[in-house]
C-alpha cells in the first residue's frame, strides 16, 4: 500500500502578496511563479491539485492594466485559477486644497477567497489549505473549516511584512514568504503562452 499523499490546495490573496512585496521594498520579484513557488514548501507526501488566485482587474491605469494583464496572462500558463472581484471607485477630498480624486477600492476578493475556501472543504477537495495572505477578515473562515473539517487542516503564508497574530491564532501552522523565496521562484525574462504568443515581464518590474 501507498503511502497517502495529501491534496493541497492554495488560496492567495494577490493583492495582500503584492502590497506585502511592494511594501518591504521586493518591488524587482513582482514576475513571480506562485506555482513554483507554492511547490517549493511542499514535501514529498504532499501533491498540489489546485491553486486559486484571487484578484480583481485594474479599470483605472492603462500602464498598470497592461502589467497587471501580462503577468496574469503569465500566471494561467502554470494553470493557476483566477478568480476575479472588482474595483469600485472611491472619491477622496482633500482638506487642504479642496481637490478630488479617485481612489480604486478593491471589492469581493476577500469574500470570493473565504467562500471558495469553505466551499472546497464542504466538497472535500482538500486536505490541506494553504492560505496566502496576512489579512485578518479571513480568521473566521478559518476558524470554521477547524470546528467543521477536522481531517483538513489550514496553513497560512504570509507575504512580507503580512504577518497577524490573529491569524496566527487560528492556523494550524504558518510560513513567512521571505525574499529568497521569492528571488528563487521568478517566471522567465519571457513565457510562452500556449498560442505560441511570448509574455515578457515588464520593464519596471525588472
Do not use: A, E, G, Y
Given at each position: 500500500m501507498k503511502d497517502k499523499k495529501y491534496r493541497v490546495k492554495a488560496y492567495i490573496d494577490g493583492s495582500n502578496l503584492y502590497f506585502g512585496m511592494i511594501d518591504a521594498g521586493f518591488r524587482n520579484c513582482k514576475w513571480l511563479n506562485v506555482e513554483k513557488l507554492i511547490r517549493s514548501f511542499l514535501r514529498s507526501n504532499q501533491e498540489l491539485v489546485e491553486i486559486k488566485y484571487f484578484t480583481s482587474r485594474i479599470t483605472h491605469n492603462p500602464p498598470k492594466q497592461?502589467?497587471?494583464?501580462t503577468y496574469l496572462e503569465a500566471l494561467e500558463t502554470t494553470g493557476v485559477n483566477i478568480i476575479y472581484g472588482s474595483y469600485q471607485a472611491k472619491f477622496t477630498d482633500c482638506r487642504k486644497c479642496g481637490n478630488s480624486w479617485i481612489i480604486p477600492n478593491e471589492k469581493m476578493t476577500d469574500v470570493n477567497l473565504a467562500t471558495h475556501l469553505l466551499m472546497d472543504a464542504f466538497q472535500d477537495q482538500y486536505d490541506i489549505a494553504i492560505v496566502v495572505s496576512g489579512d485578518s477578515d479571513f480568521v473566521p473562515c478559518i476558524q470554521g473549516v477547524n470546528e467543521h473539517f477536522?481531517?483538513?487542516?489550514?496553513?497560512?503564508?504570509?507575504?512580507p511584512l503580512r504577518r497577524n497574530e490573529s491569524v496566527v491564532a487560528v492556523a494550524r501552522a504558518f510560513q513567512m514568504i521571505g525574499r529568497k523565496k521569492l528571488v528563487e521562484n521568478q517566471f522567465p525574462l519571457h513565457v510562452r503562452k500556449e498560442d505560441g504568443f511570448v509574455l515578457e515581464r515588464p520593464d519596471e518590474w525588472a
Open positions: 497592461k502589467r497587471q494583464t477536522l481531517d483538513k487542516s489550514v496553513v497560512v503564508f504570509f507575504p
